[in-house]
């Protein structure tokens, strides 16, 4: 049966990121959560909350699986979805259960000075602080690639969700509630992403239930920019071997 995926952005993104990616999936029915005009942490929350729940409400009339696909910070929000058992399977982009780590653990996230320090200059000088984090979400061969190009403009978010996005990536740590999550998890992750460590995915599949991995040589932060075709094979694949173990017929 057709699965509705529920699409969460990463940080300072808008949601036209996942535009080519979703043309390769019209198999599946798509929804959207547009948090770049939040105020607070508790708002992208809410927002968020109350997309997945009102998309359960309504797919429980045709028995349609809910899928929630999110990258990096939409990742983050993906497993908050996942723990409070609103999902029946998770797709994760360059995901983190928790994305500060201390200083010596770079093999699993960043520092949290740097974050506070993205949140003190954004006020200053927002689209500084975008451009920076940009230079950070592809390999070098990447950016001689022309993969940059291939990203929406800076400035769809307002300083406000900015900051309460960094709030939440200082913030949320589910670590210790991986395992309450029992759905299936398709992580697709860069082996040289250096915004969540590949050593964040294998953690997170140590600790959930049910983890498969996509793992991309070559690739940071974007895994799924320019590789479409490739990504969106992965995840039907995966999404159709979860339906056969559910279905006795396939037995």
């Known amino acids: 049966m057709s699965a509705t995926i529920l699409w969460l952005t990463g940080w300072s993104m808008p949601d036209t990121v996942f535009d ?3 043309a390769e999936l019209p198999d599946f029915e798509h929804v959207s959560v547009d948090y770049s005009q939040a105020e607070t942490p ?3 929350f809410e927002r968020v909350e109350y997309a997945a729940a009102k998309r359960v409400e309504q ?37 983190t259960a928790r994305f500060t780590c201390p200083a010596d653990r770079r093999d699993l996230g960043w520092p949290d000075a740097y974050v506070r320090q993205m949140i003190a200059s954004t006020g200053r000088d927002r689209q500084a602080v975008e451009e920076l984090f940009r ?14 190009e291939q990203l929406p403009p800076t400035g769809s978010w307002s300083c406000p969700a900015l900051i309460a996005g960094l709030r939440i990536l200082r913030a949320e740590d589910y670590v210790d509630r991986l395992p309450l999550i ?13 915004v969540c460590p590949y ?8 600790r959930a239930a049910q983890v498969e991995i996509a793992a991309w040589a070559g ?6 920019l320019g590789r479409e075709a490739e990504v969106a094979k992965a995840i039907r694949s995966w999404w159709h071997g979860q339906e056969s173990k559910q279905d006795p017929a396939s037995i």
């Open 219 to 224: 690739c940071g932060h974007v895994p799924f």
């Open 135 to 148: 230079r950070s979400l592809f390999t070098d061969a990447e950016w001689e690639a022309g993969m940059g």
């Open 182 to 194: 029992r759905e299936p998890v398709f992580l697709v992750h860069g082996h040289d992403d250096k």
């Open 42 to 44: 508790e708002e992208i």
């Open 59 to 95: 797919d429980l009339l045709y028995r349609k699986p809910l899928l929630v696909a999110g990258w990096s910070l939409g990742a983050l929000l993906a497993l908050r979805l996942g723990v409070q058992g609103f999902a029946d399977g998770l797709v994760l982009f360059a995901g």
């Open 20 to 22: 080519r990616l979703r």
């Open 199 to 206: 050593g964040a995915a294998e953690e997170i599949a140590a």
